[in-house]
């Protein structure tokens, strides 16, 4: 349902479609898929996390904000959690980051941007639940501008934490709504459908607490987790996220 064409998304000021470029993430190839922004050329890098719908399937984020003129980066999550690899398929917060910077480092050297460019990371579902799980890694957190989280579920199972000091202690999937306070002032961005399959936005909403100069949550009246029949609605809402995640 969020799939739409990106061929005549783009127009004067807005990003250009670039060829594909390859990140090297553990040890396999890994697409990323690339706009270059014209009316903000030198960033913020908007790095977009997919569903698990993947590319193709749920690109049609990426294409609403091309022409907001930002340079773009994307991958698909299907693809990278396929590349977790042991007997539980899962990572954690470091690991999860270093591949993360690796997409980050492609994306800038085929854009041609600066590594001092600030990045904000966006998400669907899965994608925005990867890119919160990430930010926890200070080193990464201190390259991020702010994060713009769509449908953000309750957990990542893809991303499990250990207690601290106990290093041979089993893995515990990571509570994502849990995490926030531990990004400290980085700018969080979370849009929820009222009718969530997943995490209904009041649920969300009470998960999250309430807003504050660093944690923003708008809740969309939609019927399901893809906000089916409201896409100018939430990509209205994301350009809004989006403009105060800049602007701090």
């Known amino acids: 349902m969020l799939a739409l064409t990106l061929a005549g998304c783009a127009r004067a000021?807005?990003?250009?479609?670039?060829?594909?470029?390859?990140?090297?993430?553990?040890?396999?190839?890994l697409a990323v898929h690339l706009a270059a922004g014209a009316a903000h050329p030198a960033g913020p890098l908007l790095l977009y996390a997919t569903?698990?719908?993947?590319?193709?399937?749920?690109?049609?984020l990426f294409g609403r904000m091309l022409p907001w003129g930002?340079?773009?980066?994307?991958?698909s999550s299907a693809e990278y959690v396929a590349l977790l690899e042991g007997p539980e398929g899962v990572t954690d917060p470091a690991d999860l980051a270093a591949d993360y910077g690796a997409i980050i480092d492609t994306a800038e050297h085929a854009l041609g941007i600066g590594t001092d460019a600030p990045v904000?990371?966006?998400g669907f579902s899965r994608g925005s639940g990867l890119s919160v799980a990430a930010a926890l890694d200070a080193h990464l957190r201190s390259r991020l501008r702010g994060i713009l989280a769509i449908a953000l579920t309750g957990e990542e199972e893809y991303?499990?934490?250990?207690?601290?000091?106990?290093?041979?202690?089993?893995?515990?999937?990571l509570q994502l709504y849990p995490a926030l306070p531990r990004l400290g002032a980085l700018r969080v961005a979370v849009i929820q459908s009222t009718h969530d399959d997943f995490l209904p936005a009041d649920e969300a909403r009470r998960r999250?607490?309430?807003?504050?100069?660093?944690?923003?949550?708008?809740?969309?009246?939609?019927?399901?987790?893809?906000?089916?029949?409201k896409l100018t609605e939430l990509g209205e809402e994301m350009k809004a996220g989006l403009?105060?995640?800049v602007g701090g």
């Open 243 to 245: 403009d105060w995640i």
């Open 13 to 29: 000021g807005a990003a250009q479609m670039r060829p594909d470029a390859t990140a090297r993430v553990r040890g396999h190839d």
């Open 120 to 122: 904000v990371l966006v």
């Open 51 to 60: 569903g698990d719908g993947g590319w193709p399937g749920d690109e049609g």
């Open 70 to 75: 930002y340079p773009q980066a994307a991958f």
């Open 208 to 229: 999250f607490g309430p807003d504050t100069a660093t944690r923003r949550f708008r809740a969309i009246d939609a019927p399901d987790h893809s906000f089916g029949g």
């Open 159 to 173: 991303v499990a934490e250990r207690p601290s000091g106990e290093l041979d202690a089993p893995g515990v999937m």
